[in-house]
Structures are given as C-alpha cells and as structure tokens.
C-alpha cells in the first residue's frame, strides 16, 4: 500500500481525472454520518501540499549514524502522547521516561501514571505489529486497554462515554448522545476499513483521521490520546519509515494554536486550515531534525570529546529552540515557554540553563544585560545559517 500512496501523489493524470469530477476544487468525505454536511477541503491543494511533504521528508532524511535513535524519538513521542490529554500527573520529562523504561523492563505498575503508561506500551507495541489493522474489533481491543485499570466501568457506557458534563477543549463536536456517539464510531471505523480502495491517502488522510476523531469525542477521558493513536496507526500502515515527524510533540507544544485550528474545522466543516497547520506540524519537525544533524557536525568540527557534548535529546532539543529563536536575542523565559505540552512545562528550567551555559563555553552564544534583563545572542555565522536555512510555521 506504500508503493500505491506514493504513486498517488506522484500520478498527475489522476489528479487531473479526479479534479474534473469535483464542483469548485472541493472535494467532501462521508464523515460525519450524522450530519447532512461532510467535512470538506480543497483537492488540489491538499493532494499537491502532500506531495511536497513525501518529497520534503526525502529530501532532508537524516543519515544512520546520526546520534538520536529511533528510541529516542519513540520516547519523546510516548512523552507527548502521555502528557497530551492532560491529566496525566508526574511531567517531569526524565521521570517519565524512568516509569517507561522500567515498566518495559516488567516492573509492575501500581498507580494510575504507571497503568496508563503499561495500558499505552501494550497499544503502540500492537499498532506496530504488521497485521494488525484497523477494523471494528481491533478498535474495541484498544479501547479495552486504554481504559485497564483506570477506573471505569466499560460493561455500561455511561459510564464511560462523553457526556454534557465532560469537559472538552473543542467547541461543536457532536451532541454527547449514546447513540449517536455508536453511530459515528461505527462509520468512522467502515472509513478507514476501506481507504486501501479510496483514492486520497497520506498525511492528508492522517489529518482527516485525527479531525473526524476529535470531532466525536466519544469518551469522557483518553478521546484526544485515542484520536493521535489512529492517525499514528493509519501513518504505520501506509509508511512504516515516517519516523521523524514528532508529530504529538509538536503539536503539544502547539497545543493552542492546534485547538484553535481544530475549533475551525468544526464549526465549517472546512479541512484546509487545520490540514494546512498539521502539515507544517510535520514539516517543522523534519527541519528540526535536520538543523539538529547540521549542529552536531559543528560541534564534532569544533570540539574533539570521546562523548557527545550534548548528550542528551532533550539537551539537543534545547539547543534547537535556541537556534531556531524568531528574533536576534532571546530571554530564558522564551525558550523555557517553547517547552509546555498543554501549558505544562516537561522540561526544567535548570536544564535550560545549563545548555545555554554550554553554548556559551563553545563560543556559540554571547550574554548580554539590557535595562535589568539577560539577553542571549548567536554567536557563530554557521548557526545563524542553521536558524535561516528553512522555513518554519
């Protein structure tokens, strides 16, 4: 099916087919089921935009011997996909990734951070398997381990589904009825069962994924961590390789503008602005990347250590809010503000301190005081040719 995708986005004679038997450019899925009006977007420009982004991704693909391991994005992901939906209690980054580790190395959890995280180890393990695809019965198997051990009742759905009470950052999903929540799972599952046989697919397809999920939100917890695993499972169906994106990393740290594009969607039923925002999403975390690549050859050019100057990810994603900032000098509270999933700073201010010392003993930063305020600015004109090299949102 990868070999089919990636032929989609490069068959201009289907595009051009397919856009004859469109009113106006816009092409309507059949979600939601409930309502007359589908969600909707602009063919063209979202079919051309993920062509770009296959290509993107290609383009700016990162060597084998580059220092962060698919481990080590695994694990900022799994962060991501914990702190997300919000109500998960320990968000001090390395304490996290402590339980993860120890939990997969067959420690027994024993709260509810600890079930939840053995609940989410069990999901990815299987949204990675090869045969494992996404149908009525392998939904219900997720659903029945996303909520082990967490308190509800799952025989009574009442108890356990969305209701007038359930507090929810997204405005106009669908009326919290039963049945009406059954009926839209139930079509959104027959979607995605048949999209080997529809014709738009790829990140497009994985932003409709996660839109049309939100937008039911069928559940009084774990709706939001639910909706990411579907479009993370679709994404591992079509191309296993995409890796690299982060994309619930980024849209944590996101998190406002990603509700405010996601708001839009449901109130027009237009898919345009929220696809267009979640690619540059996917973008942003490509370049990342990359700039992350071109920094450590610097400092391997400049300073010959039998180990890595900046060891960790979280040091090197440091490194990349700062030489990424918008404007020539920047304020610690800026970069300690660029490190919040839904308002939650996962990453501690000391840390922060101590890479920007670090760039400062390299030569790659200078301190500055202005009118009672620490300013930082780059101090290398290869770093500066990092900050410029690509564009961000």
């Given at each position: 099916?990868?070999?089919?995708?990636?032929?989609?986005?490069?068959?201009?004679?289907?595009?051009?087919?397919?856009?004859?038997?469109?009113?106006?450019?816009?092409?309507?899925?059949?979600?939601?089921?409930?309502?007359?009006?589908?969600?909707?977007?602009?063919?063209?420009?979202?079919?051309?935009?993920?062509?770009?982004?296959?290509?993107?991704?290609?383009?700016?693909?990162?060597?084998?011997?580059?220092?962060?391991?698919?481990?080590?994005?695994?694990?900022?992901?799994?962060?991501?996909?914990?702190?997300?939906?919000?109500?998960?209690?320990?968000?001090?980054?390395w304490k996290i990734i402590r339980k993860i580790k120890?939990?997969?190395?067959?420690?027994?959890?024993?709260?509810?951070?600890?079930?939840?995280?053995?609940?989410?180890?069990?999901?990815?393990?299987?949204?990675?398997?090869?045969?494992?695809?996404?149908?009525?019965?392998?939904?219900?198997?997720?659903?029945?381990?996303?909520?082990?051990?967490?308190?509800?009742?799952?025989?009574?759905?009442?108890?356990?589904?969305?209701?007038?009470?359930?507090?929810?950052?997204?405005?106009?999903?669908?009326?919290?009825?039963?049945?009406?929540?059954?009926?839209?799972?139930?079509?959104?599952?027959?979607?995605?069962?048949?999209?080997?046989?529809?014709?738009?697919?790829?990140?497009?397809?994985?932003?409709?994924?996660?839109?049309?999920?939100?937008?039911?939100?069928?559940?009084?917890?774990?709706?939001?961590?639910?909706?990411?695993?579907?479009?993370?499972?679709?994404?591992?169906?079509?191309?296993?390789?995409?890796?690299?994106?982060?994309?619930?990393?980024?849209?944590?740290?996101?998190?406002?503008?990603?509700?405010?594009?996601?708001?839009?969607?449901?109130?027009?039923?237009?898919?345009?602005?929220?696809?267009?925002?979640?690619?540059?999403?996917?973008?942003?975390?490509?370049?990342?990347?990359?700039?992350?690549?071109?920094?450590?050859?610097?400092?391997?050019?400049?300073?010959?250590?039998?180990?890595?100057?900046?060891?960790?990810?979280?040091?090197?994603?440091?490194?990349?809010?700062?030489?990424?900032?918008?404007?020539?000098?920047?304020?610690?509270?800026?970069?300690?503000?660029?490190?919040?999933?839904?308002?939650?700073?996962?990453?501690?201010?000391?840390?922060?301190?101590?890479?920007?010392?670090?760039?400062?003993?390299?030569?790659?930063?200078?301190?500055?005081?202005?009118?009672?305020?620490?300013?930082?600015?780059?101090?290398?004109?290869?770093?500066?040719?990092?900050?410029?090299?690509?564009?961000?949102?």
């Amino acid at each position: 099916m990868w070999v089919v995708g990636l032929d989609y986005f490069l068959n201009d004679k289907w595009v051009q087919k397919t856009s004859k038997n469109l009113d106006n450019n816009i092409y309507a899925t059949n979600l939601p089921a409930t309502n007359n009006a589908k969600f909707h977007f602009s063919f063209n420009q979202q079919v051309n935009s993920d062509k770009f982004l296959f290509d993107y991704f290609k383009a700016y693909e990162i060597s084998d011997d580059f220092s962060i391991t698919r481990d080590d994005m695994r694990l900022i992901e799994f962060v991501s996909l914990l702190l997300i939906e919000g109500t998960f209690e320990e968000t001090d980054y390395w304490k996290i990734i402590r339980k993860i580790k120890e939990i997969e190395a067959g420690k027994k959890p024993k709260n509810r951070d600890e079930f939840r995280i053995w609940n989410l180890i069990e999901i990815m393990n299987l949204i990675n398997e090869d045969g494992f695809k996404i149908n009525e019965d392998n939904y219900e198997l997720v659903v029945h381990i996303l909520f082990r051990n967490m308190g509800f009742d799952l025989d009574i759905k009442s108890n356990y589904y969305r209701n007038n009470e359930t507090p929810i950052v997204f405005t106009n999903a669908i009326k919290p009825q039963i049945k009406v929540i059954d009926k839209e799972v139930e079509a959104f599952i027959k979607y995605v069962e048949k999209l080997s046989d529809k014709d738009i697919s790829g990140t497009t397809q994985a932003g409709i994924i996660l839109n049309s999920f939100l937008f039911i939100y069928p559940y009084q917890e774990f709706s939001i961590t639910l909706a990411f695993i579907l479009s993370r499972w679709y994404l591992k169906r079509i191309a296993p390789n995409l890796q690299g994106i982060q994309t619930m990393y980024n849209v944590g740290t996101n998190w406002e503008d990603f509700v405010k594009k996601t708001n839009q969607s449901f109130e027009e039923l237009n898919l345009d602005p929220f696809l267009d925002f979640m690619k540059q999403i996917c973008k942003n975390g490509v370049n990342n990347l990359y700039r992350l690549s071109l920094f450590q050859e610097l400092v391997e050019e400049q300073k010959n250590s039998p180990t890595k100057v900046f060891a960790t990810l979280i040091e090197q994603a440091i490194v990349i809010k700062i030489i990424t900032s918008k404007t020539q000098s920047f304020r610690l509270d800026k970069i300690v503000n660029n490190f919040k999933i839904r308002k939650v700073n996962f990453v501690k201010e000391e840390e922060i301190k101590n890479v920007i010392q670090k760039m400062i003993d390299l030569n790659f930063l200078i301190k500055k005081e202005e009118k009672q305020s620490t300013l930082y600015e780059l101090n290398d004109q290869f770093l500066e040719k990092i900050r410029l090299l690509l564009k961000d949102q």
